[in-house]
């Protein structure tokens, strides 16, 4: 799905090849049940990949999204945000990669009396990336990437590849491991951004990066109830500003858009996971199994089950496989 665009695609490899590490801090986080830390905004890339446990990421004021053990989330821009437990009533701050600096293997960071099974750990990094001038600035880009969506559909792998990434990061060589799997993840994350919205790579506008943090936001959270007011206030403009605006760039309406971002999203999951069609349907919004049918259906030319079964081997690969390696 594309919005306006004045000029041929540069090579995506040319410009990500580009890309280039300067450094990176790693921290190894456990936070027990009812505590959770905040992170400041800097001048650097977040990196949090969740090995133990779950958490709630909340970026400023945007809503919070939950992460489970085997999910990464990539934060381009440097946000304030935090990162918490369950009950949680008061957030530490944390600044801690100063002492990061030079290790080996990351720090281990206490948020309460988190000795127990029962509490979560997160592997945190501050990224310092020398980006491109080709590519669009950070702050045009959405505010968080995913770079394990399918996780919540395929636990057994997302467990497994969280026990091996939290083994690595207590190893010898465990910064520089953990490094350059972050930053392969950026990369595979940019790409998918720039092959989802081309037009970032010719406007530096506000429009534009408001416009594609909508769509993101929708594509985050599928089965959140969007609505058109609850889309402009999440990229802080006005209904009829934003309304406007998005059928401009996109030369359609919000609603129908967030409609076929669902229907891309329900047919991912049908080829990469075993969910039922009413679990999927539920995950992209849907209460109702006959609308959901009905609207997929209307979207793809076949029902659910005729999709799955007429799916060959071949070119969908889970994103789990990405992680799979470390094991």
Same mark, same amino acid.
């Given at each position: 799905m594309t919005g306006k665009a004045d000029a041929p695609l540069p090579s995506l490899s040319g410009v990500l090849n580009r890309i280039n590490l300067l450094g990176a801090?790693?921290?190894?986080?456990r936070v027990a049940p009812g505590e959770g830390f905040t992170m400041p905004a800097g001048d650097h890339c977040a990196v949090h990949f969740v090995t133990r446990g779950q958490l709630q990421l909340q970026v400023d004021q945007d809503p919070p999204m939950r992460l489970r053990a085997g999910a990464t989330a990539i934060l381009p821009r440097g946000q304030r945000h935090s990162l918490r437990s369950d009950g949680a009533t008061s957030l530490r701050r944390l600044d801690c990669f100063d002492d990061a600096k030079d290790a080996d293997i990351?720090? @281990?960071?206490?948020?309460g009396s988190a000795k127990g099974d029962d509490a979560a750990i997160v592997l945190s990094a501050q990224l310092h990336v020398d980006w491109p001038a080709a590519l669009p600035r950070p702050q045009a880009l959405p505010a968080v990437l995913l770079g394990t969506r399918t996780y919540d559909e395929e636990r057994p792998a997302a467990e497994t590849a969280a026990r091996a990434l939290d083994l690595t990061a207590r190893r010898p060589g465990a910064m520089?491991?953990?490094?350059?799997?972050? %930053?392969?993840l950026l990369v595979r994350e940019?790409?998918?951004?720039?092959? %989802?919205?081309p037009e970032l790579f010719h406007s530096r506008d506000e429009i534009t990066a408001a416009m594609v943090r909508a769509i993101e936001a929708v594509r985050m959270k599928p089965g959140h109830s969007w609505t058109v007011e609850r889309l402009a206030r999440y990229v802080a403009m006005s209904r009829s500003t934003f309304a406007a605006a998005f059928k401009d760039f996109y030369q359609r309406g919000p609603m129908e858009v967030v409609t076929e971002?669902?229907?891309e999203i329900a047919?991912?999951? @049908?080829? %990469?996971?075993? @969910?039922?069609v009413k679990a999927i349907a539920a995950k992209v919004g849907y209460s109702s199994d006959t609308a959901f049918l009905r609207r997929f259906t209307a979207h793809f030319g076949v029902p659910p089950s005729a999709y799955k079964r007429d799916i060959g081997g071949g070119e969908d690969a889970s994103p789990t496989d990405w992680i799979g390696l470390l094991g």
């Amino acid at each position: 799905m594309t919005g306006k665009a004045d000029a041929p695609l540069p090579s995506l490899s040319g410009v990500l090849n580009r890309i280039n590490l300067l450094g990176a801090d790693w921290v190894r986080i456990r936070v027990a049940p009812g505590e959770g830390f905040t992170m400041p905004a800097g001048d650097h890339c977040a990196v949090h990949f969740v090995t133990r446990g779950q958490l709630q990421l909340q970026v400023d004021q945007d809503p919070p999204m939950r992460l489970r053990a085997g999910a990464t989330a990539i934060l381009p821009r440097g946000q304030r945000h935090s990162l918490r437990s369950d009950g949680a009533t008061s957030l530490r701050r944390l600044d801690c990669f100063d002492d990061a600096k030079d290790a080996d293997i990351p720090r @281990l960071i206490d948020v309460g009396s988190a000795k127990g099974d029962d509490a979560a750990i997160v592997l945190s990094a501050q990224l310092h990336v020398d980006w491109p001038a080709a590519l669009p600035r950070p702050q045009a880009l959405p505010a968080v990437l995913l770079g394990t969506r399918t996780y919540d559909e395929e636990r057994p792998a997302a467990e497994t590849a969280a026990r091996a990434l939290d083994l690595t990061a207590r190893r010898p060589g465990a910064m520089a491991c953990l490094s350059r799997f972050a %930053e392969l993840l950026l990369v595979r994350e940019l790409r998918d951004v720039l092959l %989802e919205h081309p037009e970032l790579f010719h406007s530096r506008d506000e429009i534009t990066a408001a416009m594609v943090r909508a769509i993101e936001a929708v594509r985050m959270k599928p089965g959140h109830s969007w609505t058109v007011e609850r889309l402009a206030r999440y990229v802080a403009m006005s209904r009829s500003t934003f309304a406007a605006a998005f059928k401009d760039f996109y030369q359609r309406g919000p609603m129908e858009v967030v409609t076929e971002q669902r229907m891309e999203i329900a047919a991912r999951m @049908l080829r %990469e996971s075993n @969910l039922r069609v009413k679990a999927i349907a539920a995950k992209v919004g849907y209460s109702s199994d006959t609308a959901f049918l009905r609207r997929f259906t209307a979207h793809f030319g076949v029902p659910p089950s005729a999709y799955k079964r007429d799916i060959g081997g071949g070119e969908d690969a889970s994103p789990t496989d990405w992680i799979g390696l470390l094991g």
